[in-house]
């Protein structure tokens, strides 16, 4: 299900039905749980089986299944084998969902509460698709897992998995950028922006802070290019005057 710019920049809550409202946190609220925590709740949701069973310590089991048996695992399940797990996966529930979220042993999910009342609940069967709605209101990539069992022969099998350890293989590797790090952005945000400030850009949620930044930054170089086209001109005559509303690619 992909959400529309709209929804992505919108603080209320994404309902999506037998599930509840998908919320996207303020920095406020990341702040309230500390900015680690949020970034390890992301994390959880963006999990794919080996990394799960590593964190549950049995890393090893992943390595002696046969492939076939790999592509019928399902993460969801590995989460309900642990208690501290399920309450971790409680936490993070609660903190991306506007309604309250319970484990329930009897049904194996999560049952979302509205008033006292049960209006979704949460099983193996739509996780992966809460978790893709939470990453994208935080504006970042889900899971990027390939499905094994879409495997129609040995060949294609051999290929999703080449493509699986590259990526892991990049990802180990990859450098973090400072400049892009969270805290770097708000405060690039409060001090260029002549709307917002150290003191209310708290209440923007994650998704408008990134947007802001990005259409800052276009609209900076759309400036110079528009001083450097009035005064010199350009060769090709041309200059696109809208191109600072036009639509961007999201998050």
């Known amino acids: 299900m992909k959400l529309s710019y709209f929804e992505l920049l919108s603080s209320e809550p994404v309902q999506i039905p037998q599930i509840g409202g998908i ?29 799960c069973l590593e964190m549950l310590g049995k890393a090893e089991l992943w390595d002696a299944l046969p492939e076939e048996e790999k592509s019928h695992i399902n993460i969801f399940d590995l989460f309900l084998l642990e208690e501290n797990a399920i309450l971790l996966l ?23 509460m509205d008033e006292g009342e049960p209006i979704g609940l949460i099983t193996g069967t739509v996780y992966p698709q809460v978790c893709e709605l939470i990453c994208q209101r935080c504006g970042i990539n889900g899971r990027t897992e390939e499905d094994l069992s879409k495997a129609k022969d040995k060949k294609t099998l051999e290929i999703i998995k080449k493509l699986q350890k590259g990526r892991a293989e990049r990802a180990r590797h990859a450098k973090p950028d400072a400049n892009m790090e969270l805290g770097n952005i708000i405060s ?3 001090n260029k922006s002549y709307a917002l400030n150290m003191i209310n850009i708290w209440d923007l949620t994650v998704f408008q802070v990134w947007d802001c930044f990005y259409r800052l930054s276009n609209n900076t170089i759309y400036d110079i290019q528009s001083m450097s086209v009035a005064a010199w001109g350009n060769k090709d005559h041309y200059f696109d005057a809208a191109a600072w509303y036009k639509m961007r690619e999201q998050l």
């Open 23 to 51: 919320v996207c946190p303020t920095l406020r609220q990341i702040a309230s749980v500390g900015y680690h925590t949020y970034q390890y709740y992301l994390a959880m949701l963006s999990m794919d089986t080996k990394a």
């Open 90 to 112: 409680q936490d993070i529930l609660n903190f991306f969902i506007r309604e309250r979220v319970e484990y329930s042993s009897q049904q194996k999910g999560f049952v979302v």
């Open 188 to 190: 690039a945000v409060a």
